[in-house]
Nanobody
Framework: QVQVVESGGGLVQAGGSLRLSCTAS????????MGWFRQAPGKEREGVSN????????YYADSVKGRFTISRDNAKKTLYLQMNSLKPEDTAMYYC??????????????????????WGQGTQVTVSS
């Protein structure tokens, strides 16, 4: 059984930083492209960033480019999202997800949420102004 668990969310002032972590068990972590998504109140869930299974290719949404950094430690089966220069509009529930199939693509990109089959419960990030 695959389990995806996020942690690291919290309340931070605008301009501050947070680091989210995500562990995934029940799958061969280093074979899966991993991604971060977020959903703000009243809005649809959107893709934030993803990283290829080999870790050499990354993708960022325009809204977070230059402020967020995705990384993975395959030995620890952990995915990270370093979030700097946070803005109130970054306030959302952040979800970690694993792509549905292993080694499907060797590069990151603007993939559909439908491509990700394993999801965590989310961790709340709140940025105060």
């Amino acid at each position: 059984q695959v389990q995806v668990v996020e942690s690291g969310g919290g309340l931070v002032q605008a301009g501050g930083s947070l680091r989210l972590s995500c562990t995934a068990s029940g799958l061969t972590f280093d074979d899966y492209t991993m991604g971060w998504f977020r959903q703000a109140p009243g809005k649809e869930r959107e893709g934030v960033s993803n990283i290829s299974w080999g870790g050499k290719s990354t993708y960022y949404a325009d809204s977070v480019k230059g402020r967020f950094t995705i990384s993975r430690d395959n030995a620890k089966k952990t995915l990270y999202l370093q979030m700097n220069s946070l803005k109130p509009e970054d306030t959302a529930m952040y979800y970690c997800a694993a792509e549905s199939s292993p080694r499907r693509r060797s590069y990151a990109g603007a993939y559909s949420q439908a491509d990700f089959g394993y999801w965590g419960q989310g961790t709340q990030v709140t940025v105060s102004s």
